[in-house]
């Protein structure tokens, strides 16, 4: 992937509203930027719209009203048939990790790339690579049940990583986690983030980003509390 | 995505939703099977009906003491009216041996008797009159037209009967076929529904890793067109075989021995075949499209 700096935000919200049926007001006039690289925190208590403003960013709900810009590009103007390919610079990973059971570890992760349409030998490749830096070598014949909710977590990072893609979402990825695994999980993050990914994290738990440098953007009943 | 993969990706979808595959065709195995048995009835009907409608046809008598030169004509004429087959004539020698043969061996009671007394005439054949029995009163009205014609004959009342039965048989025929799509269209795409249903969280996770719609729908495509071929063709087999077992163990009474049970024409097997799996691939279609709207 090459990097380009143009200082164009990697990620615009410009007055963004998100009205559920019933008049539920999930996101209500949202202006946000996100600079290329930057690790951000997204918090607020439960139903405050954190799931929703991700979900408008991979494409899964529609903004009601105002701009969402990816890259610049206003996702809007991109054509229904192009969207699935502009979500793959898009990762996104869950608090429920949302493997495949019925398939193993290597194969869940491999599904990303097949998507895309690597070859056998390149998608063999990739994954046993990714697998192994995020110490989970060895455990590709493992179906997601034979393992710990830690390594679930992992191997849904690896598979939201691994065709390398700008912008990591992450919605309540620790959730389910004891206190040794999230750390595990923000040390990934970490990591991804120092070679440059995007990365939007959202979380209840203030623990994540108590002391850190990093930017913190709080949601109140759909508003922003906390922005600059 | 090439077709080794497509194929390997169906393949595998079959074997782990072994079951509602397997039912899903047997749904189109049975709906195929109903509407192929219904065609095979029809369709001995009428190869049986047309062995024994080959005499079915016009008997034209001309006027006596006609001119002998008027009958090339007339048999021209017979012969350029629509939906006529061939034309015979039958001089008054002609008929009278017929009769003769026909009489056996009581002829001698023609003994003595001038073979003039029966007219000039002309047999008539007309294509495809069995199935469309009221060809025959069109071209009877016709030659009753012709100058030199006496008298024009076809079996009136057999015709009117054959009308009907015909017509009804064509009817049943094909509104059972009609239902009968309409029904396995119906059933095939609940079923598929079903399937994508039960399979929302894995369509939900290729959308999420940005697959397109032809990634997601391909497998599911390659796997309802395999169905409809499967259907069928299961269908088809389980057909030729009572066929076979039914026409080699009938015991034909007297009067039709010899007539033999024929299966449906290849023409028709090939376009149940594909229609089905068009069918199938249609109901897969739409009824992932429903889902795959975003
Ligand atoms: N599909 C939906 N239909 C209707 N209302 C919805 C839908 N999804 C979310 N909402 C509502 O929108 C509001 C924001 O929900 P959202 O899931 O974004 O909150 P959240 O911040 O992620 O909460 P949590 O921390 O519990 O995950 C809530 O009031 C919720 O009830
Ligand atoms: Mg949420």
């Known amino acids: ?228 | 995505m090439n077709l080794e993969t497509l194929v390997r990706r169906a393949l595998k979808d079959i074997r782990q939703h072994m079951a509602m595959y397997a039912l899903t065709t047997m749904v189109v195995t049975l709906s195929i099977l109903i509407f192929l048995f219904f065609s095979l009835i029809y369709v001995n009907l009428h190869h049986f009906a047309s062995r024994f409608g080959t005499q079915l046809g016009v008997v034209v008598y001309l006027k006596e003491g006609i001119n002998e030169e008027l009958i090339p004509k007339i048999y021209n004429e017979l012969l350029a009216i629509n939906g006529v087959k061939n034309v015979v004539y039958i001089s008054q020698e002609e008929a009278f041996k017929r009769l003769e043969r026909y009489l056996g061996d009581e002829k001698m009671v023609l003994e003595g008797v001038d073979a003039t007394f029966l007219p000039d005439s002309f047999e008539v054949k007309v294509e495809k009159a069995l199935f469309q029995p009221e060809r025959l009163r069109v071209i009877a009205d016709k030659i009753k037209k012709i100058e030199g014609v006496d008298k024009v004959q076809y079996g009136r009342e057999w015709v009117q009967r054959l009308e009907v039965f015909t017509g009804i048989a064509r009817n049943v025929v094909v509104a059972s076929g009609i239902l009968l799509l309409f029904t396995a269209a119906f059933v095939v795409s609940i079923t598929i529904r079903l399937n994508v249903y039960a399979r929302q969280e894995e369509l939900e996770i290729l959308r999420l890793v940005g697959a397109t719609n032809g990634f997601i729908e391909g497998p599911f495509l390659m796997e309802a067109m395999l169905q409809g071929l499967l259907g069928a063709g299961i269908a088809i087999v389980l057909l030729y075989a009572s066929y076979l077992n039914v026409s080699s163990g009938l015991l034909m009474p007297g009067f039709i021995k010899g007539l033999k049970l024929v299966f449906l024409p290849w023409e028709l097997v090939v376009l149940v075949v594909g229609l089905s799996m068009v069918l199938c691939l249609l109901g897969t279609h739409f009824s992932m499209r429903k889902f795959l709207r975003s």
């Open chain 1, 1 to 228: 992937m090459i990097e380009r700096d143009d200082g164009i935000p990697i990620i615009t919200l410009a007055s963004v509203t998100k009205r559920y049926p019933h008049d539920i007001v999930a996101l209500d006039d949202i202006t946000l930027s996100l600079e290329k690289g930057e690790f951000c925190f997204l918090t607020g208590p439960s139903g405050s719209g954190k799931s929703t403003l991700l979900k408008l960013l991979y494409f899964a709900e529609q903004p009601t009203s105002g701009d969402i810009f990816i890259e610049g590009i206003n996702i809007k103007t991109i054509k229904e048939a192009h969207k699935p390919i502009f979500r793959r610079k898009i990762g996104v990973v869950f608090q429920d990790f949302k493997l495949l059971q019925d398939r193993n570890v290597f194969d869940n992760v491999a599904l990303a790339l097949e998507v895309v349409g690597f070859s056998h030998d390149q998608i063999a490749y990739r994954v046993n690579k990714v697998l192994e830096s995020l110490g989970l070598g060895g455990k590709g014949r493992r179906f997601p049940q034979e393992l710990s909710g830690g390594e679930q977590q992992r191997v849904a990072i690896a598979r939201a990583i691994v065709n390398r893609p700008p912008i990591i979402l992450a919605d309540e990825p620790t959730g389910n986690l004891d206190s040794v695994r999230t750390m595990e999980v923000l040390d990934i993050m970490d990591e991804l983030n120092a070679r440059g990914t995007t990365i939007l994290f959202a979380t209840h738990d203030e623990r994540l980003f108590e002391g850190t440098r990093r930017r913190v953007v709080r949601l109140r009943d759909g508003r922003m509390e906390v922005g600059y």
